[in-house]
């Protein structure tokens, strides 16, 4: 299995730690920080906190895909991501976009985005087209219906499977257009039209997913429902809890682990590498 993760300016080594990606989002209503980077100034010196607290690249995003939340007009997603994404990008670390638009993605890689991180897996009338030319990473998650409805009411015969599947068409679908599979990794989608009892299955085999499509998988599960249902604490409670996930989704085979608590997390990992090391 190959180690390394072609992201545009950078090649990321897999073989060590798990990298850490630091959410960034300048947007007034994401679930947990919603408004709280909005401003450039803010953004930035969140993100400069990030960095020092050792994390491994920034995810900014400026749409909330909580769910029920409404879709956003692109102009006005540029308009949150574009001033940040220039601000940070001398900042010396990889700078991922989290968008479903290609308008979006198309001013992002021209910007110097290193990655386009997309909830609807390029699948998007010219998302691929956005893509396919540039050198950026990409990240393909699965997402059953829309955030306005997929947690409505998540259905699947075999949820570890049904979502192997489609991300196996969905990368086939970009490499046979022309895409080097070194550039993919791939997110299950915790939370993303699935019950509790569906995320944690997919925790439980995130190894099997990362073997069967032989590319990195990313984790996202940081203060989520999920963690919540658990703890029965709210989201501004769920620091150990979403620690915890981190560390399973790492044992469990995950990469790359996408989180608010930077510090916290990069810690934790260091604490596991020791205490599993050979």
């Known amino acids: 299995m190959r180690e390394i993760l072609k992201c545009g300016r950078f090649d990321l080594k897999l073989d060590g730690l798990p990298l850490v990606m630091g959410i960034l989002n300048v947007t007034p209503d994401s679930f947990s920080d919603g408004g709280r980077y909005q401003g450039l100034e803010f953004a930035l010196s ?18 909330s895909t909580r769910p029920g939340s409404p879709s ?3 102009l006005e997603e540029l308009q ?5 994404l220039y601000a940070l990008r001398e900042l010396g670390k990889p700078l991922s976009v989290d968008t479903c638009k290609p308008e979006v993605m198309r001013e992002a890689i021209l910007a110097g985005a290193d990655m386009i991180n997309d909830i609807n897996a390029f699948r998007a009338p010219g998302a ?3 893509v396919i030319d540039s050198d950026c990473g990409l990240c393909v998650m699965h997402m059953q219906g829309t ?3 997929m947690q409505e009411q998540p259905v699947y015969q075999d949820v570890v499977r049904e979502v192997i599947e489609f991300l196996r068409e969905r990368v086939d679908t ?8 070194a550039r993919i990794c791939v997110d299950p989608g915790f939370g993303f039209g699935k019950t509790i009892e569906h995320n944690y299955a997919l925790l439980r085999h995130l190894g099997q997913i990362r073997q069967e499509l032989a590319l990195p998988v990313l984790a996202g599960l940081s203060r989520k429902s999920m963690i919540g249902a658990v703890i029965g604490k709210p989201v501004e409670q769920r620091l150990a809890g979403s620690l915890a996930g981190a560390l399973a989704s790492v044992a469990h085979g995950a990469r790359i682990v996408r989180v608010h608590d930077v510090a916290e997390t990069v810690d934790a990992l260091k604490v596991w590498r020791a205490a599993t090391a050979d």
């Not at 949150?80 to 940040?84: E, G, N, Q």
Request: net charge negative; no cysteine.
């Open 46 to 63: 969140r993100a400069e906190e990030m960095i020092a607290d050792g994390v491994d690249m920034i995810d900014v995003g400026g749409e």
């Open 80 to 84: 949150r991501v574009m001033p940040a």
């Open 128 to 130: 691929l087209e956005a």
């Open 72 to 74: 956003v007009p692109a």
């Open 174 to 181: 970009m490499v046979a257009a022309g895409i080097e599979r």
């Open 147 to 149: 955030p306005q409805h």
